[in-house]
Structures are given as structure tokens and as C-alpha cells.
């Protein structure tokens, strides 16, 4: 995911640090989410025999995924609170009580 909610990018693509950065992350996230819902929902919410598609269009769609994906790959995974408190979780000992005679 790129923007989870409003916390870190999931998948950042650059150091998100300057105003500029963040920008790019949220725009890369809005032309991901424009893409699934103009070509997806559509296609599942009406008969594909009222939607035509021009193998130009289909082209331009396969350029814009390329460099979406070119994007990505170079992306890097920023660790999150809850992959944190999980690897935490998995690497703490757990500690038995010890009964003591008195």
C-alpha cells in the first residue's frame, strides 16, 4: 500500500521527508487508485458490451503501468507499528513464574 491511511507510506518511493516527496508518494498513490477504479469497477458494475475500449487507450493504459511499476521496483518497504510490536512479540522470552517453597 502506498499511503495507509495517514500514518507512513507502506511502499515509499522516496525518503518522504520534503514537502515535494510527500507529494510525489500521494500522487502516485492517487493515480493507482484512479487507474483500479476507472478501468476495474466499471468493467464489474455494467455488461462489457456497453464499454468499449480502443487498442490506443489500451495502450496508454499498459505506458502508465509500466512506469507505475518502474516506480515501484525501485521502491523501498518502511517498517510499520504493528510489524514492529509483532517482531517484538516474537522475540520477547516468555517468562514462566517460578514457584518458591518458603
Known amino acids: 500500500m502506498l499511503m495507509p491511511g495517514r500514518g507512513t507510506a507502506r511502499a515509499a518511493i522516496n525518503a518522504n521527508v520534503t ?8 500522487g502516485l498513490a492517487n493515480l493507482l487508485k ?17 464499454r468499449t475500449v480502443t487498442d490506443g487507450e489500451l ?4 505506458t502508465t503501468l509500466s512506469m507505475v511499476h518502474r516506480r515501484l521496483d ?23 513464574p517460578v514457584d518458591v517453597m518458603w
Request: glycine share 6%.
Open 59 to 62: 495502450l496508454e493504459l499498459l
Open 74 to 96: 525501485g521502491a523501498h518497504v518502511t517498517p510499520q507499528l504493528s510489524d514492529r510490536v509483532r517482531r517484538t512479540a516474537l522475540c520477547t522470552p516468555t517468562v514462566k
Open 34 to 50: 484512479g487507474l483500479f477504479s476507472m478501468y476495474r469497477n466499471p468493467a464489474a458494475h455494467e455488461p462489457r458490451l456497453h
Open 19 to 26: 514537502g515535494p516527496e510527500l507529494d510525489e508518494q500521494k
